[in-house]
């Protein structure tokens, strides 16, 4: 059984760091990635970064790209996301998730999930 598990977020300060960890196993893919993405309430989930496990390719969502860094294990079972000089509007429930094949920012084509963390940013 594929299982997710998210963990690093916390209540930081605008300007600071946090790391997010997500550790993947029960793997039966080939390829796949494995992507976070952040949810606000009342609003729609968005991709936020991913990392392929094929090549390595990397994508990151431009509100992140600068600031945030994926990085993974090769091949990619427990995934990171170094989240510097954080904002306030970064502040949502990030989740990681995994699908089979490369990179892609939409969260429908993710198989499995893993539970959120939150990230709380103060000004």
């Known amino acids: 059984e594929v299982q997710l598990q998210a963990s690093g977020g916390g209540l930081v300060q605008a300007g600071e760091s946090l790391r997010l960890s997500c550790a993947a196993s029960?793997?039966?893919?080939?390829?796949?990635?494995i992507g976070w993405f952040r949810q606000v309430p009342g609003k729609e989930r968005v991709g936020v970064s991913c990392?392929?496990?094929?090549?390595?390719?990397?994508y990151y969502a431009d509100f992140v790209r600068g600031r945030f860094t994926i990085s993974s294990d090769n091949p990619p079972n427990t995934v990171y996301l170094q989240m510097n000089n954080l904002e306030p509007e970064d502040a949502a429930v990030y989740s990681c998730?995994?699908?089979?094949?490369?990179?892609?920012?939409?969260?429908?084509?993710?198989?499995?999930w893993g539970r959120g963390t939150q990230v709380t940013v103060s000004s």
């Open positions: 998730a995994i699908m089979s094949g490369s990179c892609s920012r939409i969260s429908e084509m993710y198989d499995f």
């Open positions: 029960g793997l039966t893919y080939a390829e796949y990635a």
């Open positions: 990392v392929s496990s094929r090549d390595g390719s990397k």
